[in-house]
């Protein structure tokens, strides 16, 4: 029996989201974080705080973010707290992959667009300007793309 490598290595996917990113006038803000190609196997994800999201003006007290896929919006990264007071700047935050529940969306059969769903207990912003102060997040992907046939 011969051994082979199929596909390649470990591949990663980041996306910087800034604050100045969220301007929708709603409490739900989905972000394309990046495009995965067909035949994706993703193995984990991961978000890391930069700078938690701050509003000085104390309109906004609670931010989430979710990241999955159209149709299962925390599919990789369940809802968790990037806001100041409950996140901290340098922090990584890694939920346990959604091997059961989201286990279905972990191999890309088409090419896949991953999003970031974003949740504020107000608008985020008017449509064009954010009412947030602060913040930077990156989330990151590993996953590895398989040969289709």
């Known amino acids: 029996m011969a051994k082979s490598m199929i596909g390649r ?26 495009s995965l190609p067909a035949g994706t196997v993703i193995s984990d994800c991961f978000v890391d705080v930069v700078a938690p ?17 159209s149709g299962d919006v925390d599919a ?9 007071g409950t996140a901290t700047a340098s922090t990584r935050y890694a939920t346990e992959f959604q091997a059961s ?5 972990r191999v890309l ?11 504020a207990n107000i608008n985020f912003g008017d449509g064009a300007d954010t009412v947030l102060d602060a913040g ?14």
């Open 9 to 34: 290595g470990v591949l990663r996917a980041d996306a910087v989201v800034s604050y100045t990113d969220l301007i929708t006038a709603a409490t739900t803000e989905t972000e394309t974080l990046f």
């Open 53 to 69: 999201l701050a509003d000085t003006e104390g309109g906004i007290t609670a931010c989430t973010l979710a990241v999955g896929v």
């Open 76 to 84: 990789f990264f369940n809802e968790t707290s990037v806001f100041t």
């Open 101 to 105: 529940a989201g286990y279905g969306n």
């Open 109 to 119: 059969s088409s090419a896949t667009d991953i999003i970031g769903t974003f949740v």
């Open 136 to 149: 930077v997040l990156r989330v990151t992907v590993l996953y590895q793309v398989l040969p289709l046939a």
